[in-house]
C-alpha cells in the first residue's frame, strides 16, 4: 500500500480479471443451462440435453473472449490503474449477487443475467474513467446502485412481486452499469 492508495502490479491485475472471468464464465453455463435444457443440473444437461452443450459452450465462450479483450484495455490504459480496485470491488460485489440469484431463481432471472453478462459489466467498467473526480454523486451511485440491484434480485424471489419482474430486470440492469461506473473515481 502506497499512501492512502492500493497500487496493483499488472500480474495482480490481471489475476483478478481472469477469476473475476472465470466466475462469469461459470454464471453463464449455468444460465444457459436453464434457459436451452429448463435445468441447472449437470447431469440433465450432459445426458438429456445434450444437443445444446454446443450452444452452452458458444455462450461461455463469448463471455470469456470479451472479458479478454475488454480486461486487456482495462489492465494496458493507465487511466483506469487509479480506479480499479474499486471498479473490482464493485465488479465481484455485484457478480456475487447475480450468482446467488442464478441459484436460488434461474428460471426468474436468466435473461436478467444474459443481458448483463453480454456487455452490461464490460459498458460499465469502460464508463468508469469518465469523470474520476471523487464527488457525493459518484459515491451514492456506487453504493446505492449496489443496494438497489439487491432489493432488485430480492425482490424478485417474492411471488406477488413476481408479476413486476421486466421492470425489476430492467432496474437491477441499470443499477449494475450505474454501480460499476460509481466506483470509476479516484480513491483518497
Known amino acids: 500500500m502506497s499512501g492512502d492508495r492500493w497500487v496493483l502490479e499488472k500480474q495482480h491485475k490481471v489475476l483478478l480479471f481472469a477469476a473475476s ?9 449455468l444460465t444457459t443451462s436453464y434457459i436451452f435444457c429448463k435445468s441447472i443440473d449437470p447431469n440433465i444437461l450432459f445426458f438429456n440435453c445434450s444437443t445444446n ?3 452452452v459452450g458458444i455462450s461461455i465462450g463469448a463471455i470469456i ?4 479483450i475488454s480486461g486487456y484495455y482495462i489492465i494496458r490504459i493507465k487511466v483506469f490503474d487509479d480506479i ?14 447475480y450468482f446467488a440469484i442464478g441459484f436460488l431463481a434461474p428460471g426468474l432471472i436468466s435473461t436478467t443475467i444474459i443481458i448483463w453478462l ?13 469523470n474520476k473526480e471523487k464527488t457525493i454523486l459518484k459515491k451514492i451511485t456506487q453504493y446505492g446502485s449496489l443496494v438497489i440491484v439487491g432489493i432488485l434480485l430480492f425482490a424478485s424471489l417474492i411471488p406477488p412481486l413476481q408479476e413486476y419482474g421486466q421492470s425489476f430486470a430492467l432496474g437491477a440492469i441499470i443499477s449494475s452499469l450505474m454501480s460499476i461506473f460509481g466506483s470509476g473515481r479516484i480513491q483518497t
Open 21 to 29: 472471468i472465470a466466475v462469469k464464465s461459470f454464471l453463464m453455463a
Open 65 to 68: 473472449i470479451m472479458g479478454i
Open 84 to 97: 480499479f480496485v474499486n471498479m473490482m470491488k464493485s465488479d465481484y460485489i455485484l457478480t456475487t449477487m
Open 118 to 130: 453480454f456487455g452490461i459489466w464490460i459498458l460499465g467498467m469502460f464508463l468508469a474513467p469518465f
Open 53 to 55: 452443450i454446443v450452444y
